[in-house]
């Protein structure tokens, strides 16, 4: 399978084992996410589903409003039943990489306003350990006038090198949904205690949240190579 396929296959079988009518369902960010909505607005469609999506990002609001999808937003509904996201790597405990998008805050926001988180990958995320396979470093939302102070902290404090994002169509730094940088610490320990670490960087002022979702995720998909769907719960 290609990874598209891989992408789809685990999307489409989350989709399909979770979600059912009367939900609210967070919607989550990136390409594997499109795919889940596009299950998600198949079902919708086909069996009349009541559901209301809760986007993870401006991308995903526009999938909803795409779709065609009932929109909804924590504001409303606080309390969110499901959600359904991609991410960069997840380890053998569920911990996960995300925000290789930038979408990382009100993906964990949605997420720990969730009663359930899922994980959608194909099989180039599904590690033992973080920094496997994933090489561009944990993504960290910053504010923008303390990114120089925090990119020193975090090198002196947890070692490795903590890089601003730069945009690619725009000069300069990429801003994300909420107005604020991203920077992607690199070469960290992979033997480290991510709970502890994550914890330690939330300490830092002007740090606004990591790309680190520990204790998050109950459930993650992975869609392999041989068109199957491995489950890691
Ligand atoms: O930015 C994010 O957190 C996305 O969920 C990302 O981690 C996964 O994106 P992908 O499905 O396009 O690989």
């Given at each position: 399978a290609s990874i598209n396929e891989a992408k789809q296959i685990a999307?489409?079988?989350a989709v399909d084992d979770h979600v059912k009518s009367g939900q609210v369902i967070g919607v989550g960010s990136g390409s594997t996410a499109v795919l889940a909505a596009q299950r998600l607005a198949e079902r919708f469609k086909q069996e009349k589903l009541n559901i209301r999506c809760v986007p993870t990002s401006f991308q995903a609001r526009q999938l909803i409003i795409h779709h065609k999808l009932p929109l909804t937003d924590l504001e409303i509904d606080p309390i969110v039943d499901i959600t359904i996201d991609g991410a960069?790597?997840?380890?053998?405990?569920?911990?996960?990489?995300?925000?290789?998008?930038?979408?990382?805050?009100?993906?964990?926001?949605?997420?720990?306003n969730s009663k359930k988180l899922v994980i959608i990958a194909d099989h180039t995320k599904d590690s033992e350990k973080l920094g496997e396979k994933w090489k561009k470093g944990v993504p960290i939302e910053v504010v923008p006038m303390a990114y120089v102070a925090i990119k020193n902290k975090i090198e002196k404090t947890l070692g490795g090198t903590a890089e601003l994002r730069l945009a690619k169509m725009k000069a300069g730094p990429i801003v994300t949904d909420d107005g604020n940088f991203i920077l992607d610490w690199k070469d960290f320990d992979p033997e480290c205690n991510w709970e502890k670490v994550n914890n330690q960087l939330l300490q830092i002022p002007g740090l606004i949240e990591t790309g680190l979702f520990v204790n998050m995720a109950v459930m993650a998909y992975f869609g392999m190579n041989d068109g199957s769907v491995k489950v890691r719960i």
């Open positions: 999307a489409y079988k960069d790597e997840v380890d053998a405990n569920l911990t996960c990489i995300k925000g290789g998008g930038a979408c990382l805050l009100q993906e964990k926001i949605v997420a720990s």
